[in-house]
């Protein structure tokens, strides 16, 4: 398994790099605030919400081992919309915007590894944003189990989602509640279309599954 220590431009990265470790629940980044430095997450996780004005928040996404964060400033003067936060305890690369720009330039690697972390990003923010005007809650709940889903060694007509999602984070992801995630849950297992194990769900019919998505 490739790891960031073995990728072909990580070297010349993390020689212009500071390093930074956050515990759960330190904030990452501020809402609205412009970003002066690129952050590469080494380990762990963490979570962007977005905060309306009377403080409710809305998840908008996750930062996992592998992403980068506060890249737009490359390309775009506007501050992100959002805060990040460490959901479990996050070691950070950080590195200059200015550095990094020269380092674009002289590593096509690290240019298409960065360019391939926006589109991907882009891609999630899209399905959700059709999803959250299109789909039901019901539906953006099977759509996100689908999502999280994956084959069962040879068996493909198998999934599993491992570890069990927490219901309050799923619920978070599709802007519903952990009550209606619950009870579409344990509607799914009442059709059998999954199966609740210890530390996993096992997606015992996914065709079924995908067409609940409506």
Not at 20 to 43: F, R
Not at 46 to 72: I, M, R
Not at 178 to 190: A, Y
Request: aromatic share 6%.
């Amino acid at each position: 398994m490739q790891t960031s220590e073995t990728l072909p431009w990580y070297e010349t990265l993390s020689e212009r790099t500071t390093s930074h470790q956050y515990e759960s629940g330190s904030v990452l980044a501020l809402q609205e605030e412009e970003p002066q430095k690129i952050g590469y997450v080494l380990s762990g996780r963490a979570k962007a919400v977005s905060f309306s004005k009377n403080g409710e928040a809305t998840w908008v996404g996750y930062f996992n081992s592998g992403d980068f964060f506060g890249h737009t400033a490359l390309l775009s003067e506007n501050p992100p919309p959002f805060e990040i936060i460490a959901e479990t305890d996050v070691k950070v690369l950080y590195i200059n915007t200015e550095t990094m720009r020269h380092l674009l330039e002289e590593q096509e690697t690290l240019t298409l590894e960065l360019a391939k972390d926006l589109a991907n990003r882009l891609d999630q923010m899209t399905h959700r944003l059709i999803e959250a005007f299109t789909l039901s809650a019901k539906g953006r709940i099977c759509a996100e189990l689908s999502r999280l889903s994956r084959v069962i060694g040879m068996a493909p007509d198998t999934r599993i989602i491992r570890p069990n999602p927490v219901f309050v984070e799923l619920a978070e992801r599709v802007n519903s509640t952990r009550e209606t995630v619950s009870r579409t849950v344990s509607d799914l297992q009442k059709k059998g279309i999954l199966a609740r194990q210890p530390g996993a769900i096992i997606i015992t019919q996914p065709e079924r599954l995908r067409q609940g998505i409506r």
